[in-house]
C-alpha cells in the first residue's frame, strides 16, 4: 500500500506554545489530505479536510484559528496546533487520499501540552 | 449520531478459527466501505475495501461482505493469527459527503488467543 509519513511522532510542549505536524505522502502525489483526532478508546473525529492550494475545510466545532492547516504542495500537509493548552493533548493522524479514493494513514502523533 | 456502528467493543477468537466483525450503518448514501485496522500509537493501515456494486471482497485471509439491505458489512478473517489481534475499524463515505470523508466505526478490539 501508500505510504504516508508523519513527524513528529511524539511531541511535549510548553502550554502557549505553537506546534506544527507535517504529513507527507511518499510514493504518490494527493491533493486531499485529512486531519483526524482520536482521544482515548474513541474513533478518529475527522478536524479538516485539507487540499491542496486553497483553502483548507474544516469540521463543525474546530477552531480553525487554532488549528492551521497548510498544503502547499501535493505531497506536504502540516497542521500547526497555535497557543496549545492542556486540553489539546491528543492522538492526531493525517491521511492522504489515492486517486482510487482510499486513504492511506500517517503513523500519528502524540501530543502533550504541560 | 453515529453512522457507522460496531456494536462489539471486543472480540476473542481463538487462533486458526475465524474471526467475523461486524458494522452496521444508517445513511442509505454510503456507496464505498472500507475496514482498517490499528495499533495502539500507530495510524490505521488499510485492509481491504467494498463498493456498494459488489456484496463480497476477497483479499487473501480477509473478506469484506456488504448487505445493502440490512445496511450491515462484515469483515471475516481466516485463519487468525496473533498478529491480528489489533482495533479494527469500519469506514464509510459516499452520499452527501462524496467520496471524500470517511466517517468511521468506534472499533472492535480483537484478540487473537494462541
Known amino acids: 500500500g501508500a505510504v504516508v509519513s508523519q513527524h513528529p511522532s511524539r511531541v511535549i510542549c510548553k502550554s502557549g506554545t505553537s506546534v506544527k505536524i507535517e504529513c507527507r505522502s511518499l510514493d504518490f502525489q494527493a491533493t486531499t489530505m485529512f486531519w483526524y483526532r482520536q482521544f482515548p478508546k474513541q474513533s478518529l473525529m475527522l478536524m479538516a479536510t485539507?487540499?491542496?492550494?486553497?483553502?483548507?475545510?474544516?469540521e463543525q466545532g474546530v477552531e480553525k484559528d487554532k488549528f492551521l492547516i497548510n498544503h502547499a504542495s501535493l505531497t506536504l500537509s502540516t497542521l500547526t496546533v497555535t497557543s496549545a493548552h492542556p486540553e489539546d493533548s491528543s492522538f492526531y493522524i493525517c491521511?492522504?487520499?489515492?486517486?482510487?479514493?482510499?486513504?492511506?494513514f500517517g503513523a500519528g502523533t502524540r501530543l502533550s501540552v504541560l | 449520531d453515529q453512522q457507522v456502528k460496531q456494536n462489539s467493543p471486543s472480540l476473542s477468537v481463538q487462533e486458526g478459527r475465524i474471526s467475523i466483525l461486524n458494522c452496521d450503518y444508517t445513511n442509505s448514501m454510503f456507496d464505498y466501505f472500507l475496514w482498517y485496522k490499528k495499533y495502539p500509537a500507530e495510524g490505521p493501515t488499510f485492509l481491504i475495501s467494498?463498493?456498494?456494486?459488489?456484496d463480497k471482497n476477497e483479499d487473501g485471509r480477509f473478506t469484506v461482505f456488504l448487505n445493502k439491505s440490512a445496511k450491515h458489512l462484515s469483515l471475516h478473517i481466516v485463519p487468525s493469527q496473533p498478529g491480528d489481534s489489533a482495533v479494527y475499524f469500519c469506514a464509510a463515505s459516499g452520499g452527501e459527503f462524496g467520496n471524500e470523508k470517511l466517517t468511521f466505526g468506534t472499533g472492535t478490539r480483537l484478540t487473537i488467543i494462541p
Open positions: 467494498i463498493s456498494s456494486i459488489k
Open positions: 491521511s492522504a487520499r489515492d486517486s482510487a479514493s482510499i486513504q492511506y
Open positions: 485539507s487540499n491542496e492550494g486553497s483553502k483548507a475545510t474544516y
